[in-house]
């Protein structure tokens, strides 16, 4: 892993901040300067230095998780925090086909490419898209109350979404990377409708216990595909087609 430092004027961090949404800590501030260290590389600006980064480095990092106390969530800078208004709409973050989706969304992704989230519910995937990097994000689900929730989530992390009521036969454009939440018998109505919105890599989730990811495996390798990441928890199966896969 890369780390990269920057010595920047102090009034141009205000500026990235708000562009980039990418984590930036700040090692030093030194007259009208400041200097600070990033995990992916900022746009149109030439690192100072690129440092290698040790695995202690790393767990040093991982090690201060966020801190609560009453209504106060401390946390170091390097963290994304994600506001999830818990509402009617599936998606808070903590049933692990959600963990795996956004696992391979930071995989997948890069930087400035679309994203199609089928099955948005509050939203979740389509806001780590973004906040990952990604450049248009279009979520779709078929519940009026996952929209509303979509919005509503959406604006309370100032992040530019479409939350579009559809499901995958509406929709007219490909994007590059697909991620879909849903569950094996969605999958088996809807596959053929989600493949042709793809354009580079996918994501399927929902997939419960062997039988189910074995079916499904099949059902991909019988329209020409197969898997390239397979991510497990719980006895919950997350599918990543890659480019090599596709
Ligand atoms: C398991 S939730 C996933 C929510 C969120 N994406 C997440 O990862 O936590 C599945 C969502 O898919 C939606 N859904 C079900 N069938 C659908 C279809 N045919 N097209 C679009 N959305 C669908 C449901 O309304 C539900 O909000």
């Known amino acids: 892993m890369k780390r990269f430092i920057y010595r920047l004027p102090e009034l141009k961090?205000?500026?990235?901040?708000?562009?980039?949404?990418?984590?930036?800590?700040?090692?030093?501030?030194?007259?009208?300067?400041?200097?600070?260290?990033?995990?992916?590389p900022?746009?149109?600006?030439?690192?100072?230095?690129?440092?290698?980064?040790?695995?202690?480095?790393?767990?040093?990092?991982?090690?201060?998780?966020?801190?609560?106390?009453e209504e106060f969530v401390i946390m170091p800078?390097?963290?994304?925090?994600?506001?999830?208004?818990?509402?009617?709409?599936?998606?808070?973050?903590?049933?692990?086909t959600t963990k795996l989706c956004i696992k391979l969304v930071r995989e997948y992704l890069k930087e400035?490419?679309?994203?199609?989230d089928v099955g948005t519910g509050s939203g979740i995937l389509s806001i780590v898209a973004k906040k990952?990097?990604?450049g248009r994000?279009?979520?779709?689900?078929?519940?009026?109350?996952?929209?509303?929730?979509?919005?509503?989530?959406?604006?309370?992390?100032?992040v530019s979404i479409e939350c579009r009521l559809a499901g995958p036969s509406d929709?007219?454009?490909?994007?590059?990377l697909i991620v879909a939440n849903l569950e094996l018998p969605i999958f088996r109505k809807e596959l053929d409708n989600i493949i042709p919105l793809f354009k580079r890599r996918a994501?399927?989730?929902?997939?419960?216990?062997?039988?189910e990811l074995k079916e499904f495996l099949k059902m991909l390798e019988q329209r020409g595909m197969k898997a390239d990441r397979i991510l497990e928890d719980q006895d919950w199966f997350c599918v990543g087609v890659g480019d090599a896969g596709n």
């Open 42 to 69: 900022l746009k149109d600006l030439k690192p100072i230095r690129v440092e290698e980064v040790s695995e202690d480095w790393q767990r040093w990092r991982e090690s201060f998780g966020p801190v609560e106390v």
């Open 132 to 134: 990952a990097g990604a």
């Open 13 to 40: 961090l205000g500026e990235i901040l708000a562009e980039e949404p990418a984590p930036l800590e700040v090692l030093k501030r030194e007259d009208q300067e400041v200097i600070v260290a990033t995990y992916t």
């Open 137 to 158: 994000v279009l979520g779709i689900d078929i519940s009026e109350e996952a929209i509303r929730s979509c919005r509503e989530n959406a604006e309370l992390n100032c």
């Open 112 to 116: 400035g490419e679309s994203v199609l």
């Open 203 to 211: 994501i399927f989730s929902g997939l419960y216990r062997r039988e």
């Open 171 to 176: 929709v007219e454009e490909s994007f590059d």
């Open 77 to 96: 800078p390097w963290k994304v925090p994600i506001f999830i208004n818990p509402g009617m709409a599936f998606g808070t973050g903590l049933h692990p």
